[in-house]
Every structure is written in C-alpha cells, then in structure tokens.
C-alpha cells in the first residue's frame, strides 16, 4: 500500500514561521508573498522571483541615477548592462550595446594611438586576476570614432548563488568618467605656467643682455667724462675742438644705449604677444639706408674680422614706404651692421634698394664673409642665438630676432640666405606706399580703390 500523497498548500492558509515546511510538499507558484516570513526561512518560487524583481529594480535606479557610465561584461567581454551615462558618453544605445565585444567597440586603442590587445587590456584583466584595477588617464572611443579621455574602475564579477561570497567569476562591471574638461583645465593650467615661465627666463634674458650691451657703451661714456673731469682739475684749457669730438662720442653711446633698451623693450613686448606701437609716416627707404649704411660702417668695423666698407645702390627717386621710421632704422643697423662685423677682410657689404612692381620695395644686405652653417639657419631668428661661426665676434643675438617681428608688423618678411664661409643675404621685402594710403598702427592698408 503506497504512502498518502502530502496535500497542496492553501494559497489562502498564512505560512507559520513555526512550522517547518516538509520538503516533499508541493509549493503554490500563486502563493502571495508574505511580508513577516522572515529572510533565511524557505520561500516559494514566486517571492524569490519578487525577491529577485525587487533588487534588480534597486539596483537599476542606483546606476540609472549615477553621472559616471556604469556597464556590466559577461566572461567573454560582451555587454550585459549599460546604464543611461554609459549610453550617452558613448553614443550607443543599451539595446546596441548589448551582447557586442565592448573591447572592440571602445577600448582597442590605447592614448597613445596603437593597438590595445585583449591580452594585455587591464579592464579585461580584471575577469583574469580577480582583483579591481583603477586607470586615471585612458581613452574610449564614442560612436562616431572620435577618441575621449577617461578614467576608470573595473572590478571581477562573482557568482555569489551559495552565499559564499566566493564564487566563480562570471564577468566584470566598469565605471568611467569623461575626463575631457579635466584635460582641458590641466592644459590650460600647463599653459599658464609655461608662460609664466617663459617670461621669468625673458625677465633674466632681458637682464643678461642689458648688463652685456649696456657696459660697453657706459664704460665709454664714463671714461670720456672722467678724462674730460681730470682735465677741469688740472687747469688744463679745455680745447674746443677735442671738446666737440668728445660730446660727439658720448651722444653716439647715448644713442646706442637707447637704441638697445628700445629693442629691448619691443622684443619684450612681442615676446608677450603684444603688438608694437608704430609711430607710421612716409618713408623714402632709399634715403633711410643710405643713413644707416653711413652711420653703421665706421661703428662697427672696428669689432668686424676687418675693415668693411658698404656700398649702396638705390633709386634716384624716392621710394616711399609707410613705416615707423625709427625701428626701420634700427633693424636697417642690425642687418646691415650685421654684415659688416662677419665680413671678410677687403671685401664689401652690398645694400641694394628697389622696387618689385608697384606694390613691393625690396632691400637686399649681402656680405661675403663667415656665412651660416646650413643646420643652424632655421634658428637665426630665435632670440640670443648666434651661429657657431659667429665665435670671436662681439654681438648679443638680439639684432635679427628682434627684427623679424617688426618687419612682420610692416606688413612685411624678412628671409636669411646663406653658406658657410660663402657670406650671408639678407632679403627685407617692404609693402610700398601709395598716393591716399592711410594708415593705422600695424601692416599698411591698401589704397582707395585697389583691388
């Protein structure tokens, strides 16, 4: 005679905590779930399921709520979850996310552009060596291809069904951050320090230069004041004439004391990225090189390999340029005074002036001396270098750097040719001036009605 079989549940009957359930009973899948049976008492399938409903619903509401993108992987890589951050900084929808190779898809670069293998990926890793990892400075890629930086913490899944808490790994979860603002501000402040720094070493550069190029002419003066002083002292009478060359001397220093602090400030200001204040007039360039070149020759040959002479060709006519004419006349006596100093001994610097068309004036400075080794020429416009030829020879490497700007804010350029020992040429190409042209500080304006 078989056993009674055990009689079904009552839906309606409230499960006795109490009681024990015997385990051949059949379970009411339409059992209500009863709030007072407490946790670690047996449950229907029903109320697990509820059970199970309810933290899913929990947990979705977290992540939903989260600013950081959260996204769940399965052990082969593919995507279980992706919460609504996720979706946006990528670009995707969950429901496109889903079941991709999200390494594919996001992570197979690495910041510096090559291949990110899977072999070697950290987040993947994570689903290897059981242990979270934490990347402050990575990038995923968006839908659209385009490459954003992120931070990010991935961390192993486990299967956790016994309780343990130490199960098998059955996937990983990562959170990120779009760190592109943060990148933003970090170069931002990058930028503001380096130019902090930059005019720190400006600051001791200016400094440097004026303690080089002012000495000279200071000793000068001062020795012409303290002979002129000794003969005062002396009774001596004071001769007119040698009085004349004296003043004569110490007005040359002067002007080349104010010569050097105004490059100096204007190379500062540049520097900067502050434009110059051009005092703009018109100019006949001929005539203004033909003063330099005679100011500039017997000055600077002294301190020249050798006695330099500088012969100018230029128009009859004037050729009339509108410009600031005192920093056109100190840049004229940087080049061409230049050219002097690294001149052979015998041979001459050659200033051409003239016009190419209508619109141009064109001023050539050729010398035929030390010239310019062919991998130092992109430099010689940078501040205070000077080439490797130039050893031996006085200079402070401000002349033609200081120069360039100012040419640039004519409206004009400045290009440098050269050899070793083949000389050196230096072309300054000027916009003309022409009749009704009005012009404001920086390059000149075209005429009324030109093209």
Request: negative net charge; glycine residues 10%; charged residues 25%.
């Amino acid at each position: 005679m078989s056993a009674a079989q055990p009689a079904p549940l009552d839906p309606s009957t409230p499960l006795d905590p109490s009681t024990p359930l015997d385990p051949s009973t059949p379970l009411d899948p339409s059992t209500p779930l009863d709030p007072s049976t407490p946790l670690d008492q047996p449950r229907s399938l029903a109320e697990m399921g509820d059970v199970l409903r309810a933290e899913l619903a929990f947990s979705r509401a977290v992540t939903d709520s989260l600013a950081e993108g959260v996204y769940a992987l399965d052990r082969a890589g593919r995507v279980t979850f992706a919460n609504p951050a996720a979706q946006g900084l990528l670009s995707w929808r969950e429901d496109e996310l889903r079941g991709c190779d999200m390494h594919a898809r996001i992570h197979a670069h690495c910041p510096d552009g090559t291949p990110n293998p899977e072999e070697t990926c950290p987040l993947l890793g994570v689903m290897r060596s059981h242990v979270a990892v934490r990347r402050d400075e990575d990038v995923f890629t968006r839908r659209d291809g385009t490459v954003f930086p992120v931070s990010y913490t991935a961390a192993p899944l486990f299967d956790d069904t016994d309780g343990a808490g130490a199960g098998e790994i059955v996937g990983a979860v990562v959170a990120f951050r779009d760190r592109t603002a943060q990148v933003r501000l970090e170069e931002e402040r990058a930028a503001l320090l380096a130019r902090a720094e930059a005019a720190v070493r400006l600051r001791n550069d200016f400094l440097t230069v004026a303690a080089h190029d002012l000495r000279s002419p200071l000793t000068n003066m001062l020795g012409r004041v303290q002979l002129a002083q000794a003969r005062v002292r002396r009774g001596r009478a004071v001769d007119p004439t040698w009085l004349t060359t004296q003043l004569a001397s110490l007005a040359g220093s002067t002007q080349r004391l104010l010569a050097t602090v105004d490059e100096l400030n204007d190379m500062t200001r540049v520097e900067l990225g502050e434009a110059l204040d051009l005092a703009v007039e018109d100019v006949d360039l001929g005539a203004l090189v033909r003063a330099v070149a005679d100011e500039v020759a017997p000055g600077v040959g002294a301190q020249s390999l050798g006695p330099a002479t500088v012969m100018v060709a230029a128009p009859g006519a004037p050729l009339m340029i509108a410009g600031d004419r005192n920093r056109l006349a100190r840049m004229l006596q940087n080049v061409i005074g230049n050219a002097v100093k690294y001149s052979t001994t015998g041979t001459p610097v050659r200033v051409d002036v003239r016009g190419e068309g209508e619109a141009v004036a064109v001023v050539t400075v050729r010398d035929d001396g030390v010239g310019i080794p062919a991998d130092e020429l992109p430099r010689v416009f940078e501040r205070f270098y000077r080439a490797s030829t130039a050893r031996g020879i006085k200079g402070s490497g401000i002349g033609l750097s200081g120069s360039k700007p100012l040419v640039e804010q004519h409206g004009g350029t400045i290009t440098v040719a050269s050899a070793e020992g083949q000389g050196t040429t230096v072309t300054v190409r000027l916009p003309r001036a022409r009749a009704g042209q009005r012009v404001g500080a920086g390059a000149p304006a075209p005429a009324e009605g030109s093209a």
